[in-house]
DNA sequence: CTCAGTGCAAAGGATTTGCATGCCG
DNA sequence: CGGCATGCAAATCCTTTGCACTGAG
């Protein structure tokens, strides 16, 4: 780790204890919220420095807003579930049979396409109990 | 549809036959690419519309570009093959296996949640053969 | 002493909105 | 006529950058 990554600071180490913390992806103001006195150029710059090095994960979101994850390295592998309404996002390990379905998807896909597959996201739509 | 669109003017027909041209996602500069003539603010407002109007549909993207493409009351249910390098995305249509896997899942999901789930989004990632 | 890290403020880029005008029904 | 649609330009929103300063090795 200490290959790619500078140093490990406390901004740094901030970030990951609140991404540690949620279980879940955040959004940057809610990593701003939840790590008080953090400009917002800090955390950006910080977690992008932290994807580049392979800790922490920038995923896509139906709204405009970036959310930021731990790795897979250090989460598990794992799907989300997103609240159409709100936009809250709920992390969700699939069952082993799911995922070999989807590797052997993976294999199709790359001959169908001639794309050279490296993973998978699977998403579930849907409402939370808050915004039902 | 008649009961939520307002006109089927010549913008957004012409906002639909370029999305049916593509068969895939396009960016919106993409889309003006291929209607010229057409100025940003009336693409991205008709845009809006076709997607409230349940026609069309705007998808996320892992770079900050938004993508459209046909409503899969049009274009039918399929998933999506992401490059990782060009952000190119090319559309795919899954088993019946990995479906029925999918909607299984589905409901695992919601009563493990609480959320009411209403579809899920597939993406496979990877490099296209143009980036390898 | 040197270089990465930090804050602030300014810059960027994609998307949205206000307003006056044009056109369909 | 009345209301939606359209263009243009200005405004927003999230994110990135430039620059000068501080801190660790």
């Known amino acids: 780790m200490a290959a790619v990554d500078q140093r490990y600071t ?3 180490r901030a970030l990951v204890q609140a991404l540690l913390k949620a279980g879940r992806p955040l959004t ?4 701003l919220a939840g790590v008080a006195g953090m400009p917002q150029s800090s955390a950006y710059r910080n977690l992008t420095v932290l994807c580049d090095a392979g800790v922490a994960r920038r995923l896509p979101g139906m709204d ?3 959310r930021f994850e731990l790795a897979e390295d250090l989460s598990g592998h794992h799907h989300h579930v997103i609240c159409a309404d709100c936009g809250t996002v709920v992390d969700f390990a699939a069952s082993d049979r799911l995922e070999r379905a989807l590797l052997e998807a993976s294999r199709l896909v790359a001959e169908q396409t001639g794309f050279d597959i490296s993973g998978h996201r699977l998403d579930f739509d849907g409402r939370c109990p808050n915004c039902s």
Do not use: V
């Not at 940057?28 to 990593?31: F, G, N, R, V």
């Open 28 to 31: 940057i103001s809610e990593i």
């Open 10 to 12: 406390a901004s740094r």
């Open 64 to 66: 405009d807003l970036g």
